[in-house]
Structure formats: C-alpha cells, structure tokens
Antibody
Framework: QVQLVQSGAEVKKPGASVKVSCKAS????????IHWVRQAPGQRLEWMGW????????KYSQKFQGRVTITRDTSASAAYMELSSLRYEDTAVYYC????????????WGQGTMVTVSS | DIQMTQSPSSLSASVGDRVTITCRAS??????LNWYQQKPGKAPKLLIY???SLQSGVPSRFSGSGSGTDFTLTISSLQPADFATYYC?????????FGQGTNVEIK
C-alpha cells in the first residue's frame, strides 16, 4: 500500500542538527512532491518546506530558511529533512507528507518523528 | 502569510449530532482549502480537499463547503470514531498554513 515511513525519535542538544528520513513505498516516488510539517506540543501544524522528488527542486518557509535542508535519494525512494542550530522551541513531532494526486492537499502522511531538544 | 482561523476551538457533542466547524482565511484563497482529522498520537488524515471534494475512503457524513474566505466542515451525524481534532489548511500560496484546530469532544 501507499505509505511513508519515518525514522525514529531523536534527542538532541541545543545547537546540534537533526536529520529525519522518510521512505516512500507503493507509488512512483519521483512523481510527487514531499513536504515537511511539524507540530510542537499543543500547537497547530506548521509547514516547513517541500522537495520535488523528481527534479530535486526545493522551497522552504521563510521561517526556517537557512536552518532547514530537504534532500532526496531517488534510488532509495526517500526524502530527508535536516534542521540545524536546534533550539528548545524546535521540540516537536516532524511529519513528512505527500502532496496529493487529486487536489492540492497532503494525502499521505508519515507516522511522525518526535525530536526533543534538551540539554 | 495567510492566516487561518477556526471556530470554535473546541466543542462538545453527542453521537448522532450534526456538527459544523468554520474556517476563515485572512484573504481570498478561492477553493484551495483542505480539512484534516487528527487523533492523539497519530498523523493527520485528509478528509476534504479543494473545499468540497471527499477524499477516497472517507465516510459520506463528512462534507465541506465554501469559497473565498469562509469555509465549513460538516459532520451530518457524529459517530464515536469522529471524536478528534480537525484542522483546515490553505494551499493557495506558500507558506501553506493551518488553522489552530477544533477539538471535538464527547458530551
């Protein structure tokens, strides 16, 4: 079935970087864009950026510009999100999501990866 | 950035009730409005896309309407599986933005 499977939970110190993976299966990886969305505890969902899995083009939210890098490996059907210079307020669940086949919406989501920033 | 505001932020309802959630955009977004359901500890699930189109596999008791700046999600007869948090999201322009969520609780 169509699914996105993310890497496991991470605990990082302030100032460090984290890299989360998102492996796709059940569909043609290069035909869609993959987006990253995060959700801090008790907060609304927040869009971070996307990558065109076909040509590798990216677009980032201005809020995260300079700190986030989204990449992909077509041979592995996987996308990656790296966030640097971590702060306590980056503690959140990070989701990858596919931008859908029908309509401009996130139709498939990964299970989420908890990233905790703690000293 | 386009601001999305949902109302109410929470509501209590009984099984079988008709429930309506409203989402307002800070500027016109045409019909580029989606609705998601999220249960605790789970990823969001797409319910409605482009304001009124039902995602495959989603029960027909869910419906969406609206265009421009004002949108609604309606659950015609609330079921036990529907107790969750609902988010609207605009895909008119980046950054894509979400509403603050509406928590639907059991009365």
């Amino acid at each position: 079935q169509v699914q996105l499977v993310q890497s496991g939970a991470e605990v990082k110190k302030p100032g460090a970087s984290v890299k989360v993976s998102c492996k796709a299966s059940g569909y043609t990886f290069t035909s869609y864009t993959i987006h990253w969305v995060r959700q801090a505890p008790g907060q609304r969902l927040e869009w971070m950026g996307w990558i065109n899995a076909g040509n590798g083009n990216t677009k980032y939210s201005q809020k995260f510009q300079g700190r986030v890098t989204i990449t992909r490996d077509t041979s592995a059907s996987a996308a990656y999100m790296e966030l640097s210079s971590l702060r306590y307020e980056d503690t959140a669940v990070y989701y990858c999501a596919r931008f859908g086949a029908l309509g401009d919406a996130f139709d498939i989501w990964g299970q989420g990866t908890m990233v905790t920033v703690s000293s | 950035d386009i601001q999305m505001t949902q109302s109410p932020s929470s509501l209590s309802a009984s099984v079988g009730d008709r429930v309506t959630i409203t989402c307002r955009a800070s500027q016109s977004i045409s019909s580029y409005l989606n609705w998601y359901q999220q249960k605790p500890g789970k990823a969001p699930k797409l319910l409605i896309y482009t304001a009124s189109s039902l995602q495959s596999g989603v029960p027909s008791r869910f419906s969406g309407s609206g265009s421009g700046t004002d949108f609604t999600l309606t659950i015609s007869s609330l079921q036990p599986a529907d107790f969750a948090t609902y988010y609207c999201q605009q895909s008119y322009g980046t950054p894509w933005t979400f509403g603050q969520g509406t928590n639907v609780e059991i009365k």
